[in-house]
């Protein structure tokens, strides 16, 4: 092992540690508040909300695939985290402009910014699967990048859950459904509303909201990246265990 990757699977337990801890007592009376507010919902706004975000994420998530370049084969985790980094800068400078355009243009703006940036994430996410080494035209990677996604932009419970389903996630990918329309869309769009809800918000409000919308999108995608990166690293550990336990 080089000593590049002893520092980043080093860093990678450090993270894991940090996506492990139990949520903490301003995380559970956040969550219990957006649960009642979810209640208090009508189901039809949900159901309208749920099918919206899963129409514009399989938009992105079946056709990003037709402009991801080929998986890099053969390259030093070194090389291909340089490639990674690059990446989620140019998509960071990308989705902060974005973020501030749209935050300066009012709410009718402010409300497109929402499809907008998640196409911009879910290209990011395509990009560097692709530079690890991971073919996304596979279903099952697109899935497991939609867990990245989770994983990212969930309450602390709901990234407790999802996480223990990627540490494994070559036993766990096998009972995923083939269908995506049995992925749970609801679960997906709630978390992914629930954590980004207050900060986009602000986006709306007039004169802070071009600023807001810059520092937010930048935060968001630099989060994504970092989740991404970890989950990859995570991937090729596991990886590695395998085949060292084939060879014994």
Not at 66 to 81: I, V
Not at 104 to 126: H, R, S, T, Y
Not at 154 to 182: A, H, I, T
Request: with cysteine.
């Amino acid at each position: 092992m080089t000593p590049y990757e002893k520092q980043a699977y080093h860093e990678l337990e450090i993270w894991k540690l940090k996506i492990r801890k139990r949520p903490s007592l301003l995380n559970s009376a956040a969550k219990s508040l957006q649960n009642r507010i979810n209640r208090i919902i009508p189901e039809k706004i949900h159901n309208a909300i749920t099918l919206t975000i899963e129409k514009m994420v399989k938009a992105v998530l079946f056709g990003a695939k037709y402009t991801t370049k080929e998986p890099k084969q053969h390259d030093s985790l070194q090389l291909r985290e340089a490639f990674v980094k690059e990446r989620i800068e140019f998509y960071r400078k990308t989705a902060s402009a974005e973020g501030a355009v749209t935050g300066a243009g009012g709410i009718l703006l402010g409300l497109a910014d929402f499809p907008i940036l998640i196409g911009i994430k879910m290209k990011m996410l395509f990009d560097i699967a692709a530079i690890y080494g991971y073919d996304v035209r596979n279903y099952k990677e697109r899935l497991y990048i939609l867990h990245i996604f989770q994983l990212a932009f969930s309450s602390q419970q709901g990234r407790n859950d999802v996480f223990r389903q990627m540490e494994d996630w070559e036993n766990y990918q096998r009972s995923l459904p083939e269908d995506v329309d049995e992925f749970d869309w609801r679960t997906f769009q709630q978390e992914y509303r629930d954590y980004i809800d207050l900060a986009k918000m602000a986006q709306l409000i007039p004169v802070i909201g071009a600023a807001v919308g810059a520092i937010v999108n930048y935060k968001l995608i630099n989060k994504l990246g970092e989740t991404a990166v970890n989950c990859y690293r995570m991937r090729k550990v596991s990886c590695l265990k395998i085949i060292s336990n084939g060879i014994r």
